[in-house]
């Protein structure tokens, strides 16, 4: 099957290498390169440096609204397009021009978890399951029937990095399973039960121990890697990488014991934080180093 790839983050690469060793890809689209690291110099997306070292062409228009790249698209002539992750709105020409249209593959049961940051916002939000859904792509934002799905708990103390890796295995595995079955029949999402994935803003990485041990414990492991919950201790902003809900009480960020911290109601313990300028540890070995006061606020 000639197979256009769209793909931009690490969640994409292991789509790419599934669908590289079973199908002809005639072409990967990517987000063009971005400054990155100290120097700021442009760097390319996990999937173009994935792409070119599979010896594939890589392309990367800084939008896809331009009728030439359209008319280079669909010059293709692809059967097929598998869309992970790309981060641009595909215009009706784009969709139209596989035979078979675009798939995307996305991280939520829909239609719970529309949008931008599923995996955030599906932990933060307490979902006892998530999943991956293969869907035949349409103008409006993941409102597109769905071809296969695929459910996965989700584990008390897992962080959204850990969730991220474990979708995108399913999701590789989840496509190849696809593209050898089509055609299959495909599901109208249902009206109920929609909701949408907000992008994550900063500005919500901010502790409020007055809230809830679960819903403190949930914004710690949701925003692990990144943004990172934080605290301030003294002069540093220290993030908070994962927790585990914890027994005890007192004044909401009161610390009880160890790196143990009294919310509105309960505590969670906090088993990993990243210093300023420093790589994340276990909270054991933060406390070596970092003494914490009577409160947290």
Same mark, same amino acid.
């Given at each position: 099957?000639?197979?256009?790839?769209?793909?931009?983050?690490?969640?994409s690469v292991p789509v790419l290498e599934?669908?590289? /060793?079973?199908?002809?890809?005639?072409?990967?689209?990517?987000?063009?390169?971005?400054? /990155?690291?100290?120097?700021?110099?442009?760097?390319?997306?996990?999937?173009?440096?994935?792409?070119?070292?599979?010896?594939?062409?890589?392309?990367?228009?800084?939008?896809?609204?331009?009728?030439?790249?359209?008319?280079?698209?669909?010059?293709?002539?692809?059967?097929?397009?598998?869309?992970?992750?790309?981060?641009?709105?595909?215009?009706?020409?784009?969709?139209?021009?596989?035979?078979?249209?675009?798939?995307?593959i996305h991280a939520s049961l829909l239609?719970?978890?529309?949008?931008?940051?599923?995996?955030?916002?599906?932990?933060? @939000?307490?979902?006892?399951?998530?999943?991956?859904?293969?869907?035949?792509?349409?103008?409006?934002?993941?409102?597109?029937? +769905?071809?296969?799905?695929?459910?996965?708990?989700?584990?008390?103390?897992?962080?959204?990095?850990?969730?991220?890796?474990?979708?995108? *295995?399913?999701?590789? *595995?989840?496509? +190849?399973? /696809?593209?050898?079955?089509?055609?299959?029949?495909?599901?109208?999402?249902?009206?109920?039960?929609?909701?949408?994935?907000?992008?994550?803003?900063?500005?919500?990485?901010?502790?409020?121990?007055?809230?809830? /041990?679960?819903? +403190?414990?949930?914004?710690?492991?949701?925003?692990?890697?990144?943004?990172?919950?934080?605290?301030?201790?003294?002069?540093?902003?220290?993030?908070?990488?994962?927790?585990?809900?914890?027994?005890?009480?007192?004044?909401?960020?009161?610390?009880?014991?160890?790196?143990?911290? @009294?919310?509105?109601?309960?505590?969670?313990?906090?088993?990993?934080?990243?210093?300023?300028?420093?790589?994340?540890?276990?909270?054991?070995?933060?406390?070596?180093?970092?003494?914490?006061?009577?409160?947290?606020?």
């Amino acid at each position: 099957m000639k197979l256009i790839f769209m793909g931009t983050p690490d969640f994409s690469v292991p789509v790419l290498e599934a669908l590289a /060793a079973q199908h002809d890809i005639v072409a990967v689209y990517t987000q063009p390169p971005r400054p /990155a690291g100290r120097g700021k110099a442009d760097r390319p997306s996990p999937v173009h440096q994935k792409a070119l070292a599979l010896g594939l062409s890589v392309r990367h228009p800084a939008r896809l609204t331009d009728p030439v790249d359209q008319a280079e698209f669909a010059a293709l002539h692809a059967d097929i397009a598998v869309v992970v992750a790309y981060g641009l709105i595909l215009p009706q020409a784009v969709l139209d021009a596989p035979r078979l249209g675009c798939l995307n593959i996305h991280a939520s049961l829909l239609p719970r978890w529309r949008g931008a940051a599923p995996i955030h916002r599906a932990i933060m @939000a307490g979902d006892s399951h998530t999943g991956i859904c293969i869907m035949q792509m349409e103008a409006g934002l993941d409102s597109g029937p +769905v071809l296969l799905r695929q459910e996965t708990p989700i584990n008390p103390q897992e962080t959204t990095a850990d969730l991220h890796d474990r979708l995108s *295995a399913m999701g590789a *595995a989840l496509i +190849v399973q /696809a593209l050898d079955q089509l055609p299959l029949t495909p599901q109208l999402q249902p009206k109920q039960g929609i909701t949408y994935a907000t992008k994550i803003d900063k500005a919500e990485a901010r502790i409020d121990f007055t809230q809830t /041990a679960e819903t +403190v414990d949930r914004q710690i492991r949701g925003l692990s890697p990144f943004p990172g919950a934080w605290v301030q201790i003294g002069p540093e902003r220290v993030k908070l990488l994962r927790s585990r809900l914890a027994e005890g009480r007192g004044t909401p960020g009161q610390v009880l014991h160890g790196f143990t911290i @009294a919310c509105g109601t309960g505590a969670v313990e906090i088993t990993e934080a990243q210093r300023e300028g420093k790589r994340p540890m276990p909270a054991a070995e933060i406390l070596k180093g970092l003494r914490l006061p009577t409160h947290l606020a």
